[in-house]
């Protein structure tokens, strides 16, 4: 085609008098953009909101559910069962004030326990003759069912307030943040039947390395849900620490150390955890580093790092990542294999940074449940 004799006057219909219908129709859309522009795009981004709300919505009725046919079934409470729960549901926890920064852990640590220790004492009040085991699951279960109701509370409140305001700029940090917050409402509800049936999750990685490190050992409670073993490595004293399990719990790591350093000397801590892979990365990928490797609000790692500074005790990590799903389903076939292979790494660790009579701390973080010793 010949571009250079190519009449585009012709081609959009203009001429030298202009068209008047041609004037309407580019001019109309350009009116209405420029009066409703952010009204049409909030019903356009409304409409797949409403969908993840809608799906949250399941979920947060699944979960519940879920957790009442559980304890009917394993429990078998006598008093009102379903107005409890919906109680607990509701508990919510206001965090310390933190104007003024000093002190804040404790404060956080304090208010935190409280929620653990309130929640633990009334579910044995639905049974009193409730097994530990059974205990930790059912409050786990309720920690899911609460953290989806409180997700779909949220996203509805910002969904909603927007829609009320015809405010287009309100619901953008909702349309941005919800791919990830319906990654984790969906890895939850996927969680549950691992947890029912009290089978290892991909958190518990670290608690099942140190668990079988620690089979043929001698086991001592040394803090809450938490539990001690001592061995020898190449004339060097290990000391081997983990969440009790199979209950579903992480134990308190934090505290166990600061019990363990008030009688003992350790030269080097190592921690085993689960960690988010980034996107690229494979799944079930070992890797070293430095500090301590353990989540949650953060009160137990700072505990760590101030007993770890105040001895001069360097502190290792070895982490295998893994996604958000990965993390608290059911363990998967690559990450349990990784096992023997964060074994070797600890003990090429041990042997490259301490020397014949030291000692080292092993430290497996995350959820055990599942997971024996």
Known sequence: MNFTNFDFDQLFGMSDDTNPLMMIIWIIPIIIFVFY?????????????????????SFKVESRTELINYIKTNLKPKDDLIKKIDRFLDYFTIMPVDMDPNGIIDKVRHTVRSREDYTREHVKLLSPEISNLELTKVQTL??????????????????????????????????ILLPFIMEQAEAMKEAIPAFKA???????????????MMLDSKKETIAFQTVLAKTEFENRTL?????EGPASTVGRPAD???????????????????????????????SQGFGAAI???????????????????????????QSVKEAI?????????????????????????????????????????????
Request: net charge negative; proline share 2%.
């Open 37 to 57: 522009g952010q009204r049409i795009q909030l019903y356009i981004t409304s409409s797949e909101i409403k969908k993840a709300i809608k799906k949250l919505d």
């Open 142 to 175: 309720l920690e899911i069912a609460s953290s989806l109701q409180m997700i779909y509370k949220i996203v509805n409140h910002m969904y909603l307030t927007a829609k009320k305001q015809n405010n287009y700029p309100l619901i953008l940090p909702l349309q």
């Open 198 to 212: 009290g089978q290892p999750v991909g958190d518990g990685i670290g608690s099942m390395v140190v668990g079988k």
């Open 239 to 243: 000391f081997l620490l983990k969440a």
């Open 256 to 286: 166990a150390l600061e019990t363990i350093v008030s009688s003992n000397k350790l030269d080097v801590i190592i921690m085993i955890d689960a960690a988010l892979k980034m996107e690229g990365e494979d799944s079930a990928t070992v």
């Open 295 to 321: 989540g949650g609000i953060g009160f137990d790692r700072f505990q760590i790092e101030a007993i770890a500074t105040s001895n001069h005790i360097p502190v290792f990590s070895i982490v295998v990542k």
């Open 329 to 373: 389903t059911l363990m998967t076939k690559e990450i349990a294999d990784q096992a023997d292979t964060v074994s070797s790494q600890v003990y090429e660790m041990i042997q490259e940074n301490t020397k014949e009579g030291q000692s080292v701390l092993i430290i497996g973080v995350g959820n055990t449940v599942g997971v024996t010793q």
